[in-house]
């Protein structure tokens, strides 16, 4: 089946138009979606266009300032010129053009360049053999500890050799790199406001390194006198495949406030970590959240584990079965209480694995971090992003 | 560019392996070989063994940093006209003109993509070929 390919070609020739559009419609394994305009007249919308021709006329000039603008949108920019100087070559390369033929090109030299958008359309979207597994932590309650179970979810799982990423969704006070002490150069504000050259290149060169081996982007400082970040459901989505087919595991941890873009992240997960303590509220707030998730066609059986936090065991807190009962869910975990050793491994930016003495806090999440995935979870998680991709393809 | 010729071999030297690797697949669909070097150290090593059309120069890595590496390569006879192109997190002029002083042809600092890198490789590549000296610059805008 031929791959389809919309190109849009820029020349104030129309003659030279036509020259193109008969060498790209007679390529063998490609169908163009070919629209050809004059730049003096606009370029139109660029963001589906895989490729733009810009042909470079008798004055350069005019055609490089037209690839620095087209480059920009994120498009593959193939320049043509009939000019062999080198310096037009370099001068195109430095305003943005990735690919740079004289014209007229012949059919396997664009051919070459049509395989080469293929092969990283690819690149940029690993296929579901190559992902790992998205894991959300989530309490809708609030201040329920989930930064502290994904700083420390994450340290378990580096030591189990699983690759792991951690996103911090909470743009209202995320502060997963101060639990971890990483001063961070760049956040996800980096990658919102240049989202149009977002791929895993650029995704990687925002994180920071932890000395566990796993790699953080961190959520932005709220700054007092400029609005929140606003990341969309579709930026999340693009951010989770990208770190997903990169590492074994990314684990994300969200506000309690569900914003679009936790509920992005809490639909495509493979595994939801529902955080909560043993009272009404938190509960109450989970039953809610569970409500929600089960509306969006999540199989919460399958993907919801319900840990919690903070358990004391005592007479005041809601007994777990009973909370399991209200939740319909088995509660997957208890992690005990214990603030020494949570309080001392936050005020000191290190894991609870770096303390002195392991404790039963951090036993219960390396046992959390054990995940045997049934085949009933691998046909859950390829779901999960089939309703991804089917999304992002409904948008108008 | 797109004219088949000799590929271009390409040294990455960066701690970060995954990083390293995602450049690398990128620099092979450019039709570009590449070696991926995991430290300074190693660099020093391997710089000047083989025959190299550009190195790829992380700036912090632990042991030897991208500094000394790249002060090696300029002061050996052999690899001291080799195109370097820096990548660094620092944004500082005082690490960009470091940089340069030192001999890199470009600066590039993060975040930055992979079609960013690959036209800075390119520049690289075609201002060594170009008949008049490759014209040296910083590219903190990337």
């Not at chain 1, 961070?184 to 895993?200: G, P």
């Not at chain 1, 989970?286 to 399958?302: P, Q, S, Y």
């Not at chain 1, 809601?318 to 005020?347: K, M, Q, S, V, Y």
């Not at chain 2, 002061?75 to 940089?99: F, N, W």
Request: charged residues 20%.
């Amino acid at each position: 089946m031929a791959e389809s390919l919309d190109v849009l070609c820029l020349s104030t020739e129309p003659a030279r138009w036509a020259e193109v559009k008969a060498t790209l419609g007679g390529l063998p394994g490609f169908a163009m979606n070919l629209r050809v305009a004059d730049p003096r007249e606009g370029v139109g919308d660029l963001r589906h266009v895989d490729l733009v021709i810009v042909m470079i006329g008798t004055d350069p000039s005019s055609g490089l300032r037209l690839i620095d603008h087209v480059h920009r949108s994120g498009a593959h920019v193939l320049a043509l010129s009939h000019d062999q100087n080198p310096e037009t070559l370099i001068k195109a390369i430095r305003a943005g053009a990735d690919d740079y033929l004289a014209a007229p090109a012949s059919p396997p030299e664009l051919l070459r360049v049509c395989i080469k958008i293929s092969t990283l359309r690819a690149y940029n979207k690993p296929d579901d053999a190559a992902r790992g597994e998205v894991w959300v932590v989530y309490g809708p309650k609030g201040g329920v500890g989930s930064t502290t179970l994904v700083a420390n979810l994450g340290v378990a799982l580096c030591a189990a050799q699983r690759s792991t990423a951690l996103l911090d969704l909470d743009v209202y006070s995320g502060d997963l790199a101060c639990f971890l002490n990483l001063s961070t150069n760049y956040t996800l504000r980096d990658v919102i406001t240049n989202f149009q050259r977002l791929d895993a290149v650029f995704l990687r060169s925002t994180m920071i390194a932890h000395s566990s081996g796993m790699h953080l982007l961190a959520a932005p400082t709220p700054p007092a006198d400029q609005p929140l970040l606003e990341v969309s459901g579709e930026q999340t989505q693009a951010i989770l495949e990208l770190l997903d087919g990169m590492h074994d595991v990314t684990l994300v941890d969200t506000p309690g406030v569900p914003s679009a873009s936790t509920r992005a992240a809490l639909t495509c997960a493979d595994r939801i970590l529902l955080v909560t303590e043993l009272n009404i509220p938190a509960l109450g707030s989970c039953v809610r959240a569970l409500d929600w998730l089960r509306a969006e066609g999540v199989d919460v059986a399958t993907t919801v584990d319900v840990v919690v936090n903070k358990h004391t065991g005592r007479s005041w807190e809601i007994p777990a079965a009973e909370a399991a009962r209200r939740l319909g869910l088995p509660i997957r975990a208890l992690l005990p209480r214990d603030d020494a050793a949570a309080w001392t491994a936050i005020n000191n930016g290190l894991p609870l694995h770096d303390l002195r003495a392991t404790t039963p806090l951090e036993r219960a999440i390396v046992d959390l971090a054990q995940r045997n995935p049934s085949p009933a979870d691998t046909q859950s998680k390829r779901t999960n992003f089939l309703r991804l991709f089917s999304s992002a393809e409904s948008r108008p | 560019m797109s004219h088949p010729e000799k590929e271009p071999s390409i040294l990455i030297v960066e701690d970060d392996p995954l990083f390293a690797a995602l450049v690398a697949t990128r620099l092979r669909i450019e039709g570009m070989q590449s070696i991926e070097c995991p430290g300074g150290r190693e660099a020093l090593e391997m710089v000047g063994r083989r025959p190299l059309d550009l190195v790829i120069l992380d700036i912090m890595m632990p042991e030897v940093d991208g500094y000394q590496v790249l002060q090696h390569i300029r002061s050996t006879a052999e690899t001291a006209r080799l195109p370097v192109i820096m990548l660094s997190a620092s944004t500082e002029p005082a690490d960009v003109e470091k940089g340069l002083a030192l001999g890199a042809n470009y600066y590039v600092t993060k975040p930055f993509n992979a079609a960013d890198l690959v036209r800075k490789v390119r520049l690289c590549l075609e201002e060594r070929k170009a008949p008049r000296p490759a014209t040296r610059g910083g590219d903190a805008r990337s």
